[in-house]
């Protein structure tokens, strides 16, 4: 199983980005999804997650300003981003759980990097 991330980049203060993360390879289903990122220095963390069923979750300082969603038939994530701000600077990475031979396991994408610049 891979993950293909991408739509990262140099962004103004305010401005948007949106992410895109594709899975492709061996799996019966794909179970949750989602975006976690690392600034430098810092732990990473979860961002947004949708589960198969649609339901969404996100980090509180992004409720309102980032959507999370997924197209179910291209096997895709994305993180639409609004609003940025200078503490957006991050590696973000996607996620997936998928079920592989009756069992649930987790894969992460390579990260992709946004800067948003003051």
């Known amino acids: 199983v891979q993950l293909q991330a991408s739509g990262g980049g140099l962004v103004e203060v305010g401005g948007s980005l949106r992410l895109s993360c594709v899975v492709s390879g061996r799996f019966y289903s794909i179970n949750d999804m989602g975006w976690y990122r690392q600034a430098p220095g810092q732990q990473r963390e979860l961002v947004a997650s949708?589960?198969?069923?649609?339901?969404?979750k996100y980090e509180d300082s992004v409720k309102g300003r980032f959507t999370i969603s997924r197209d179910y038939a291209k096997n895709t994530v994305y993180l639409q981003m609004n609003s940025l701000k200078p503490e957006d600077t991050a590696v973000y990475y996607c996620?997936?759980?998928?079920?592989?031979?009756?069992?649930?396991?987790?894969?992460w994408g390579q990260g992709t990097l946004v800067t948003v610049s003051s």
């Open positions: 996620n997936t759980r998928v079920t592989r031979y009756g069992q649930r396991v987790d894969y």
């Open positions: 949708i589960t198969s069923d649609g339901s969404r």
